[in-house]
Nanobody, 120 residues
Framework: QVQLQESGPGLVKPSQTLSLTCTVSGGSITTINHYWFWIRQPPGKGLEWIGCIGDSGNTLYSPSLKSRTSISRDTSKNQFTLQLSSVTPEDTAVYYC????????????WGQGTQVTVSS
């Protein structure tokens, strides 16, 4: 069973870069047809897709966040990382890492989520 665990600072100051890591166990982030996502939920709002990284390391980002987002991976540690630059209080949210298979796959797994607050 694939398990995901987010880690990173819970408090980030405005204009700084938010950095979160998702550690994957029970499976490999290089597994063919598996995709690895970052999603967030601001207080009182719905889920928002941030971006994803695929089995070959290719990335795709939400158009609204693309200019500030970078997702990368460390295959030796079986981790993938989110960096969101120039944060504002509007980036305050619970951040989740999520994994899913491609078309025809039933695979999916969620991390428990981590609260990130942007405040001075």
């Amino acid at each position: 069973q694939v398990q995901l665990q987010e880690s990173g600072p819970g408090l980030v100051k405005p204009s700084q870069t938010l950095s979160l890591t998702c550690t994957v166990s029970g499976g490999s982030i290089t597994t063919i047809n598996h995709y690895w996502f970052w999603i967030r939920q601001p207080p009182g709002k719905g889920l928002e897709w941030i971006g994803c990284i695929g089995d070959s390391g290719n990335t795709l980002y939400s158009p609204s966040l693309k200019s500030r987002t970078s997702i990368s991976r460390d295959t030796s540690k079986n981790q993938f990382t989110l960096q969101l630059s120039s944060v504002t209080p509007e980036d305050t949210a619970v951040y989740y890492c999520f994994a899913a298979g491609g078309v025809g796959s039933l695979f999916n797994s969620w991390g428990q989520g981590t609260q990130v607050t942007v405040s001075s």
